[in-house]
């Protein structure tokens, strides 16, 4: 039953269930959450404030398709019965599940390849020797007869905007939707500054010549701080395995805690409407990047 007043319900919700995977990336910024609650308990939670047009994101900080519980997680998807949305690393995306996606209201799934090439998948991967597997899986995208849009994405950081020319080229050829371009997060003082890309708007540039009459969509993240066209506050909720609310998954400071209030309560409440305000008045939110992810997907 939908507790909160239409015109409050957000756009999109986001569910991560734990903080694992099957990949140790070398940008990842997971939080270090060791909790895992119940899928049902996760579901349950975020049920005042779905309808029938939201859109559900499945997983955050995890590789969702790994999780044991995912079974459950899709069965409980299905009896929502709306659209949902998942970023994978490709791993798991086995015939099988594949097959049960398209069957389901998989509306959108990006595959974070990083890159094609196989050294560098490794490296940004953290060692992982799950390349052949990925290419694999990703080739079984682009042949089977899929009902959902199909996107690669790559974090941009010194080992790879060398060969955005090439990750875009090997996408076009594979037959994707669309390509995301996500610029490297990192928290101040993390130690990563070594995967810093620099300035790679000139990179972006000609990618986006690349792609002119190819038919596939650029979402790119632009490596600004923050922007005041930023709506997530607005249109999204974000809850983590740690029990955390956050306006997207990329927020520092959390809104609300499912552990003290209701989702409904969190999304009214006073975290909430102080980030609104802020926002409003043009002061950055406890963000660095998803300001500008905003601007450039409205603009499509
Ligand atoms: C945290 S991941 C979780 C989903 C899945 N395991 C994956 O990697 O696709 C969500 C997205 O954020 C990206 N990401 C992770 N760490 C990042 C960082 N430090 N900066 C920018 N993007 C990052 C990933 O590449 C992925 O596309
Ligand atoms: S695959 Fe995704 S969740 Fe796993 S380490 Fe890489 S970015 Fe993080």
Redesign the pocket.
């Known amino acids: 039953m939908i507790t909160a007043p239409l015109w409050l319900i957000p756009g999109t919700i986001g569910v991560e269930f734990s ?1 694992n ?5 070398v ?4 939080r270090g959450c060791k909790q895992v609650r119940g899928v049902k308990e996760m579901f349950r939670y975020v049920e005042p404030l779905i309808t029938p047009t939201t859109k559900m994101v499945l997983g955050g ?3 969702v398709l790994a999780d044991p519980r995912i079974d459950e997680i899709l069965e409980e998807m299905e009896k929502l019965d709306i659209d949902f949305f998942i ?3 490709g ?1 798991a995306l086995t015939e099988r599940m594949l097959e049960r996606l398209n069957s389901m209201r998989l509306c959108h799934l990006n595959v ?1 390849v990083n890159s094609f090439d196989r050294m560098v998948h490794k490296g940004l ?2 060692g992982s020797e799950l390349y052949p597997l990925v290419m694999e899986n990703i080739e079984r995208i682009a042949r089977m007869n899929r009902r959902f849009t199909w996107s690669v994405s790559t ?1 941009v950081t010194s080992m790879n905007v060398g060969e955005l020319g090439e990750f875009v080229e090997a996408a076009v050829k594979l037959g994707v939707d669309g390509i995301r371009l996500l610029h490297l997060y990192r928290t101040e003082g993390d130690g990563r500054d070594w995967l810093d890309p620099g300035d790679y708007c000139k990179d972006l540039e000609k990618v986006r010549w690349e792609l002119q009459g190819s038919g596939v969509w650029l979402r790119a993240f632009y490596p600004v701080a923050w922007s005041p066209e930023c709506v997530a506050p607005w249109t999204q909720f974000w809850v983590t395995a740690g029990g955390d609310v956050y306006g997207c998954c990329w927020q520092v400071k959390a809104l609300g805690n499912m552990d003290k209030q209701t989702a409904a309560e969190v999304w009214m409440g006073k975290g909430c409407a102080a980030e609104r305000s802020r926002m409003r008045m043009g002061i950055p939110g406890d963000c660095t990047r998803c300001g500008e992810f905003q601007a450039e997907e409205s603009k499509i």
């Open positions: 903080e995977c099957n990949m140790n990336c940008f990842c910024l997971r900080r995890e590789e970023v994978s690393n791993a974070s991967s953290g974090v």
